[in-house]
């Protein structure tokens, strides 16, 4: 049987990768200079979340996940594992092409910011696009509030305008100023189906934003004895 021998190094070889023997083809194969050597991370140091490019994440391993995504999902990579330790990512990459198999490590900074996000900002300045206005006694009115505040922590994982930045408290009930619009609407809803209660939603012009008219929501939500 004749020898085969590898074009680029020489060296004797019984299958061939891509032209090559199977040492050159994974000097070849590497996608570690893809990783970036550094990832910038804010964080809201009044909310805690974590801001990484234009996304919104609530554990710095998840904006790591992030980050790795592209550079994951390519095709000769089978897997890839990574610890944090000292704000460094030790990033190992594991690559593979038919019957070969090539392991690759980095090292990743990460570079941390301390920022108000914007949502934290408007909060703090009062901003608010609707008040819901709860009128009901206790011990109802106190269960009712509990809930409101309870479903705008959920909600603000989606919606970063989903937070009260004032409440009032009134003689027959209490008012919540709400930074999204959508979220109260949300809640009135939830309310109305749940207790029965009676909704009214009145809408006021506040003035105009990049030629749009700006309209801030007030909504009555009543509940007898």
């Known amino acids: 049987m004749r020898k085969k021998f590898c074009p680029r190094c020489g060296r004797e070889a019984d299958k061939f990768y891509g032209r ?18 550094k990832i910038l991370i804010k964080t809201c140091k009044i909310c805690g979340k974590i801001y990484y490019e234009d996304k919104t994440f609530f554990s710095l ?23 944090i330790k000292d704000n460094v990512a030790h990033v190992t990459l594991k690559m593979g092409l038919e019957d070969l198999e090539k392991e690759e490590s980095k ?8 920022i108000i996000c914007e949502s934290c900002s408007k909060k703090n300045i009062g901003y608010f696009q609707s008040v819901i206005q709860l009128r009901a006694k206790d011990p109802l009115l106190k269960i009712i509030s509990d809930e409101v505040e309870e479903e705008l922590k ?22 919540f100023y709400i930074g999204s619009k959508q979220a109260a609407v949300e809640i009135s809803r939830n309310i109305k189906l749940k207790y029965k209660a009676t909704v009214k939603r009145t809408s006021k012009l506040v003035g105009e934003l990049k030629g749009k008219r700006v309209y801030r929501d007030t909504i009555l939500i009543s509940l007898g004895d």
């Not at 090292?107 to 301390?114: A, D, M, R, T, W």
Request: glycine share 2%.
């Open 20 to 37: 090559v023997c199977k040492y050159c083809f994974l000097e070849k194969l590497s996608v570690i200079n893809k990783l970036p050597s």
């Open 61 to 83: 391993e998840s904006a790591i996940d992030y980050s790795l995504t592209k550079i994951i999902s390519l095709p000769e990579i089978s897997s890839a594992t990574y610890k």
């Open 107 to 114: 090292s990743i900074s990460i570079v941390s910011k301390s």
């Open 154 to 175: 959920i909600m603000n994982r989606n919606d970063p305008l989903a937070f009260i930045s004032k409440t009032e408290e009134e003689k027959n009930g209490k008012n």
